[in-house]
């Protein structure tokens, strides 16, 4: 009878539609993962995969045969998870969607010190500038950096807030009159962080005064990166997190625009499904995660 590890390795196979691929996700050779497959359409009698050159998709019977055990694999993985968690032990994989920019920087060092603390545990790391639903996507948490979120269909977990400021490359600002209000900022390019269209809202505070502006028209993006890179050369102003432009500030290649009026706030806020309980695991990356990113500006300053 085939045991739950093979099966693992077929559901892999048939989500990935690769053999390279679900390798990779389980820590397998290739080799290893197409001898597994041979052996469980042996022992069944009926080819559960058709293999091209360029995907692996499943045939009618490793359609049904997929549907039928996934539930029973995911049903063995509760019951496992349930029992440790009975001895407090921290164990498992844990899905995380987080974005990009803030990703590179920041997760390579926490995830390294977390599974140095809890070996046990398996991190798949999902890295996107794109909004990504935490239910179709299947993930146990997603860091997200927002406004203060207002979401009711999730449980979420402010962390901190992320301080952002208005930066611009002093070659841009040199040959431009000086910026008195944030209504000036109407006659220069704004480089907008927006996931689709061409503008993006900044309200700026200072004392009891608010302007509010619609930046853009020349340039958006939803990658923080490509904006402070933009700003770098010279192509106009940008509203972005501190952590993205700390270097740039130092060295010189970016100073602050309007320095006395301050965005609106953003937050670092982690996203769960709608759970009755977290699973230890993702509690327990939640504790970690919140006291790494607050012992570490400028995220955070």
Request: with cysteine.
């Amino acid at each position: 009878m085939s045991d739950v590890a093979t099966l693992k390795v077929f559901l892999t196979v048939a989500e990935e539609q690769s053999f390279s691929a679900a390798a990779r996700l389980l820590s397998m050779t290739p080799a290893s993962v197409t001898r597994a497959i041979a052996g469980l359409e042996a022992e069944l009698g009926v080819q559960l995969l058709l293999r091209t050159t360029r995907k692996v998709s499943l045939t009618s019977a490793g359609a049904v045969y997929a549907a039928r055990v996934k539930p029973l694999v995911l049903a063995f993985d509760a019951a496992s998870e349930a029992v440790r968690e009975e001895d407090g032990i921290t164990s498992g994989l844990i899905r995380i969607s987080a974005p990009l920019s803030m990703g590179l920087r920041l997760l390579p060092d926490a995830v390294r010190q977390f599974r140095s603390l809890h070996p046990a545990t398996h991190i798949s790391l999902n890295l996107s500038d794109h909004f990504v639903d935490i239910l179709s996507g299947a993930f146990d948490l997603a860091i997200r950096i927002s406004t203060a979120p207002t979401d009711k269909s999730t449980i979420w977990r402010k962390i901190c807030p992320v301080p952002r400021c208005l930066i611009a490359s002093p070659k841009y600002l040199e040959k431009r009159t000086k910026l008195q209000m944030p209504d000036d900022l109407s006659k220069l390019a704004c480089l907008a962080y927006a996931e689709s269209g061409l503008t993006e809202t900044w309200t700026l505070s200072k004392d009891q005064s608010t302007r509010t502006l619609v930046a853009g028209s020349t340039f958006s993006s939803n990658s923080g990166d490509m904006l402070r890179a933009l700003a770098v050369d010279g192509e106009g102003v940008a509203l972005l997190p501190e952590f993205l432009v700390e270097e740039n500030l130092r060295n010189g290649s970016l100073i602050r625009v309007l320095p006395d009026w301050q965005p609106t706030e953003l937050w670092l806020t982690l996203y769960y499904p709608p759970y009755e309980k977290l699973p230890l695991r993702v509690a327990t990356f939640s504790d970690f995660f919140e006291k790494y990113v607050n012992d570490r500006p400028p995220l955070t300053s």
